[in-house]
């Protein structure tokens, strides 16, 4: 019974997210598939605006894909600092490059398989390549707009990334799942913020009023 209620609430929302957002889309700037990677990496615990801050300098230094396997990790985190978490992101992003280069010719993997087994590359990392790199849809990529987004609207009763992306799946037909992150993020940010706030009058709180009074803890 859950299940269908939320179906049906789920549709609702993403209709009127559509209407909203219709040209929401990946807000990181990038060339290559590899400056998505790169990108999307640097932006965990980041805000995309800081990410393209830094990628503007970066890809500018680092304009080939070989660039990134020559370069020492204390210097490119330096480069990389601002985006916070430096030391593990350049560590990862450095032990990448190698891999993607011994094992898949220099190219960026295109399954979600090879992908998560690349450091630093989790479902919601490969779910994002995969969708604007290779246009595969396999999943949807859960971040914390779209965890505070799927508990304020009780699409889920778990807390965890994995569980929600799979309990959204679920209820959302495959056709809309390529796009619904990115209208979920800009509604986050342009709509109904994580900070505590009067939403009762908001778009998508009139569908379902009880999501007014519920406010998901950060983690």
């Known amino acids: 019974m859950k299940e269908i209620e939320r179906k049906k609430r789920i549709l609702k929302l993403n209709n009127v997210l559509k209407r909203l957002f219709p040209d929401a889309k990946i807000a990181l700037k990038y060339k290559t598939n590899w400056e998505l990677l790169v990108a999307v990496v640097l932006s965990a615990q980041s805000t995309d605006k800081q990410v393209n801050k830094v990628t503007e300098k970066l890809f500018k230094k680092y304009k080939s894909f070989e660039d990134y396997l020559k370069v020492d990790v204390r210097e490119f985190e330096e480069d990389i ?4 978490f430096y030391h593990t992101k350049a560590k990862n992003i450095l032990a990448t490059a190698k891999i993607i280069k011994e094992k898949n010719k220099s190219k960026v993997p295109n399954t979600m398989q090879e992908l ?3 450091k630093g590359v989790a479902r919601k990392t490969a779910n994002i390549i995969l969708s604007n790199a290779f246009g595969k849809v396999e999943g ?3 971040d914390t707009h779209v965890r505070r987004f799927a508990l304020k609207f009780d699409l889920t009763d ?3 990334p994995k569980k929600i992306e799979q309990d959204l799946m679920a209820i959302l037909p495959k056709t809309q799942w390529a796009n619904f992150s990115y209208r979920v993020i800009e509604y986050g940010r342009q709509v ?3 900070r505590k706030h009067e939403c009762l009058g908001h778009p998508l709180t009139k ?3 009880k999501a007014a009074n519920i406010w998901p803890r950060a983690k």
Request: aromatic share 6%.
């Open 81 to 84: 600092r601002s985006t916070g």
């Open 192 to 194: 109904c913020t994580a």
């Open 207 to 209: 569908i379902y009023t």
């Open 116 to 118: 998560t087994e690349l």
């Open 140 to 142: 949807i990529a859960v």
């Open 158 to 160: 778990s807390r965890d």
